[in-house]
């Protein structure tokens, strides 16, 4: 059984930000996730500036936490992902002597001048095998860096987590939520109820959405793994003492 784990997703690429393209990485790494019974923390999407993604990087490095990012990883010059990389590790950018037989034996001639350049990696990087073009992509601190096109990022993402993170099935308990919808009180109301639930569930994230609207209501349980059927009985047993009205949450 794999050990359930919260990761990072970096998304890097003018084409996302400014609109030219619809960032799919999100849902598609997110089921991925939820599958093997992990689950995705954190989420950035970042431009192709070198000293933005140094400066995350950095952040995300210190971390500790696995991390997927996808885009910048190819030879042309607006692909900075790869020295950005060795930048915020403190390493030096090298060719990977792996990665450029790889280069070599899929473009033969045509990998130089030009294509060649992907083989220059942070020292210490481990390959991640691409079953589409055979470029890999490639693994330091915890951070798997992955091409922006999704019918190569994908699978990729498949290999890592089947070879190091578990297949699906092989998860322990599956990250689950439970919710009722609370009608009629002000968020604020709940802030004590909330305060006693999180200090006697503490294992479990105990969440409070509010809706506006004709069908205003608060959506108010928690998530996580354990047993949700004790903390949604005590918030239950709560929300009744006070006299506050709910519901079953909807899906």
């Given at each position: 059984?794999?050990?359930p784990?919260?990761?990072g997703?970096?998304?890097?690429g003018?084409?996302?930000?400014?609109?030219?393209?619809?960032?799919g990485?999100?849902?598609?790494?997110?089921?991925r996730?939820?599958?093997?019974?992990?689950?995705l923390?954190?989420y950035?999407?970042?431009?192709?500036?070198?000293?933005?993604?140094?400066?995350?990087?950095?952040?995300?490095?210190?971390?500790?936490e696995?991390?997927?990012?996808?885009g910048?990883?190819?030879?042309t010059p607006?692909?900075?992902?790869?020295?950005?990389?060795?930048?915020?590790a403190?390493?030096?950018?090298?060719?990977h002597?792996?990665?450029?037989?790889?280069?070599?034996?899929?473009?033969?001639d045509?990998?130089?001048?030009?294509?060649?350049?992907?083989?220059?990696?942070?020292e210490?990087?481990?390959?991640i095998p691409n079953?589409?073009t055979?470029?890999?992509?490639f693994q330091?601190?915890?951070?798997?860096?992955?091409?922006g096109?999704?019918?190569?990022?994908?699978?990729?993402?498949?290999w890592?987590?089947?070879?190091?993170?578990?297949k699906?099935?092989?998860?322990?308990?599956?990250l689950?939520e439970?919710?009722?919808?609370?009608?009629?009180?002000?968020?604020?109301?709940?802030?004590p109820m909330?305060?006693?639930?999180g200090?006697e569930?503490?294992?479990?994230k105990?969440?409070?959405?509010?809706?506006?609207?004709?069908?205003?209501?608060?959506?108010?349980?928690?998530?996580?793994?354990?047993?949700?059927e004790?903390?949604?009985?005590?918030?239950k047993?709560?929300?009744?003492?006070a006299?506050?009205?709910y519901?079953?949450?909807?899906?």
């Open positions: 059984m794999s050990t784990l919260a990761f997703l970096i998304v890097i003018d084409e996302v930000l400014n609109g030219t393209r619809t960032d990485h999100f849902p598609a790494l997110r089921g996730l939820l599958a093997r019974g992990h689950q923390a954190w950035w999407m970042l431009p192709d500036d070198p000293p933005t993604i140094e400066r995350h990087l950095r952040l995300s490095f210190a971390a500790g696995p991390v997927f990012c996808c910048g990883i190819g030879a607006d692909d900075h992902t790869r020295a950005c990389a060795a930048a915020a403190g390493v030096p950018l090298v060719q002597p792996e990665a450029r037989t790889i280069i070599e034996e899929r473009f033969g045509e990998a130089y001048p030009h294509r060649i350049l992907m083989a220059d990696l942070p210490g990087s481990r390959l079953p589409v055979r470029v890999p992509g330091i601190k915890r951070h798997c860096f992955l091409p096109f999704p019918s190569m990022a994908w699978p990729m993402a498949d890592v987590l089947d070879t190091q993170f578990g699906p099935g092989e998860q322990s308990a599956p689950a439970q919710a009722v919808e609370v009608l009629g009180v002000p968020e604020s109301h709940l802030i909330m305060q006693a639930l200090a569930f503490p294992a479990l105990l969440f409070s959405l509010p809706h506006m609207g004709e069908d205003a209501h608060i959506r108010f349980g928690f998530r996580g793994r354990g047993d949700l004790s903390a949604m009985s005590a918030l047993t709560r929300l009744a003492a006299n506050m009205s519901r079953d949450a909807r899906a």
